[in-house]
């Protein structure tokens, strides 16, 4: 078997049909993307997707993530926890949300947990790498999920943040054209105004500063 091979969705049963239906109801139904079933078929085989995160990922970190402890808050549904698992990471993960947690348990066993960012289930300092990618802007105190991060996070480690500017011309989970810095009802009468749904956006909490890819060492 090739590495790409071992990097694609385990031969999990069920799996594929669990995904298929998770991200039909989030593309289709939740945010009414059009063309969403190509997004779907994106993220039933999502190794080279999840393969791009996995090299910004080291690239702004300076290392390769064999051998590191690493924590992904915001799993989804574990496409990057298997595939850094397959690169040599002791990669656990945890999501707020019970049913993409149980996906992500079904490829990484043992290593997913339901919990929320602002309450890590970890003792501190138990992880080389925090891994946070576009979960910022779901959890209901920013502030209170960073500082969890950073205490978890081992004296020397390295934490990830990647996080949609609110100031942003485009909406990354809509995929729509956005009027900067939009508050709460103008955003969801737009929405409508373009035939969208309108449900998904009172979850979001936009930062006003964007945070593409920092790392960030821990003191020694």
């Given at each position: 078997?090739s590495?790409?091979?071992?990097?694609?969705?385990?031969?999990?049963?069920?799996l594929?049909?669990r995904?298929e239906?998770?991200?039909?109801r989030?593309y289709?139904d939740?945010l009414?993307?059009?063309?969403?079933r190509?997004?779907?078929?994106?993220?039933?085989?999502?190794?080279a997707?999840?393969?791009?995160?996995?090299?910004?990922?080291?690239?702004?970190i300076?290392?390769?993530?064999?051998?590191?402890?690493?924590?992904?808050v915001?799993c989804?549904?574990?496409g990057f926890?298997?595939l850094?698992?397959?690169?040599?990471?002791?990669a656990?993960g945890?999501?707020?949300?019970e049913?993409?947690?149980a996906?992500a348990?079904?490829?990484t066993?043992?290593r997913?947990?339901?919990a929320a960012?602002?309450e890590?289930p970890?003792?501190?300092a138990?992880?080389?790498?925090?891994?946070c990618?576009?979960?910022?802007e779901h959890v209901?105190?920013a502030?209170r999920a960073v500082?969890?991060m950073?205490?978890v996070?081992?004296p020397g480690?390295?934490?990830?943040?990647?996080?949609?500017?609110?100031?942003a011309c485009?909406e990354?989970h809509y995929?729509?054209f956005w009027?900067?810095?939009?508050?709460?009802?103008l955003a969801t009468?737009?929405l409508?105004?373009?035939?969208?749904?309108?449900g998904f956006?009172?979850?979001?909490r936009?930062l006003?500063?964007?945070?593409p890819?920092?790392?960030r060492r821990a003191?020694a």
């Open positions: 078997m590495s790409r091979d071992a990097e694609r969705c385990p031969d999990v049963p069920g594929s049909a995904l239906a998770y991200y039909s989030y289709g939740a009414g993307i059009p063309g969403w190509e997004l779907v078929a994106v993220r039933l085989d999502d190794a997707y999840e393969r791009e995160r996995l090299a910004r990922l080291e690239g702004a300076g290392r390769r993530v064999a051998g590191a402890r690493l924590l992904n915001g989804g549904t574990g926890n298997a850094a698992r397959s690169a040599g990471a002791d656990w945890v999501d707020a949300s049913e993409p947690a996906i348990a079904l490829r066993p043992d997913i947990l339901c960012a602002e890590l970890f003792p501190a138990s992880f080389d790498v925090v891994y990618y576009s979960t910022l209901a105190d502030s500082r969890e950073a205490r996070l081992r480690g390295a934490l990830y943040l990647h996080t949609p500017n609110r100031w485009f990354g995929k729509l009027l900067p810095g939009l508050p709460r009802l009468a737009y409508a105004l373009r035939g969208r749904p309108t956006i009172r979850t979001l936009p006003p500063s964007v945070v890819s920092s790392r003191r």
